[in-house]
């Protein structure tokens, strides 16, 4: 007769092997989670439940909280005029060191062309399964079409598919991007890389730098673009669009729609980002935390599930450069920004030590990476 402990671990066997076929299953469809919701699904998998999310235990904006919001800063004279300057660089140092996130307005991209952007995301995650398929892959490539890039390490999935470009600093041939919205990626991205250049030389001067100082340092050597796609869920209150986490690189800008979802946890308290026309989020990843020694803050973030759909966003990520070598420098507190009152958190480390790390692990499993590179 078995024992207890034996059934006890077959039947956990069991479960996980049930799960790794019904993530194949859905991996080997291509159609992502947008083919689940055209197939009629009523119910949500398994396979994106999320056990330890619990809305009705999480506080999300109520009460006194409710009122509270991600600072706005408008860009509007930044380089006309140096009080105004001052004054944005201020609003700057205080949205980086308070909440780590930004909303701007007046950031000189056209209204037209941020419109356009998340209409292209669209139609591309809403072209025929046939010819989205030709863009599926999990392999290491510059454009990929996908769902849920960590799919197999998660303990649940996401409900979002996504495109992913790379753009920076060797931006794709555009017989390689799909052709309904390769045009506005490439103008776009270019866009976002000089006013990117603009929020990086703001911070810098924040931190009492050089303006030239983080760009010199290579936090914009690269620039991945990924546009997302969250389909209207059954059940949204057992899954997530994009679990909490915070960003791994250096900065990240954000196009939303007005669907809203996104939630910023500051003091403890998950906070609505809402979405204001034609205004673009910012927000700091860990690798800034780490240079600016704790200064500045990489928060854990997330997207709702909603019972209401299609969300768009596209996010566009600021990080280091991996190629011609370049994953071998090393990023440490700043000199500039320590001392005998100030001395340095974390140790110096490498773009490509801190992929490893990240990778090693789940992503997006609510763990702080940078914990594990403390001195």
Known sequence: MASTT??????????????????????????????????????????????????????SGSGDFHK???????FQGDDEDATVRCEIVEKVRNACEKWGFFQVVNHGIPGGTLEEMNDAVRRFHELD???????????????????????YRAAAANWRDSLFCLMSPRPPNLEELPSVCRDIMMEYSNEVLKLGLTVFELISESLGLNSNHLKELGCAGGLNLIGHYYPACPEPELTLGLSKHTDSTFL??????????????????????????????????????????????????RVLAKNVGPRISVACVFRMNFQQGNNRRSYGPLKELISEDNPPIYREITAEDYAMYIYSKAPLDGTFALEHFKL
């Open 252 to 301: 990240t800008v954000v196009l939303q729609d007005q669907m809203g979802g996104l939630q910023v946890l500051h003091e403890d308290q998950w906070i609505d980002v809402d979405p204001v026309p034609g205004a673009l989020i910012f927000n700091i990843g860990d690798m800034t935390q780490l240079i600016t020694n704790d200064k500045f803050r990489s928060v854990y973030h």
């Open 68 to 74: 509270l919001s991600i600072p706005i800063i408008d």
């Open 6 to 59: 034996s059934v006890k671990i077959q039947a956990e066997c069991d479960s996980q092997y049930a799960r790794q076929r019904e993530l194949k299953l859905f991996d080997d469809s291509k159609t992502g989670v947008k083919g689940l919701v055209d197939s009629g699904v009523v119910e949500v998998p398994r396979i994106f439940i999320h056990e330890r999310h619990k809305p009705d235990n999480e506080y």
């Open 129 to 151: 399964d046939d010819l989205k398929k030709e863009f599926y892959s999990r392999d290491d490539r510059s454009v990929v079409y996908n769902s849920n890039f960590n799919l």
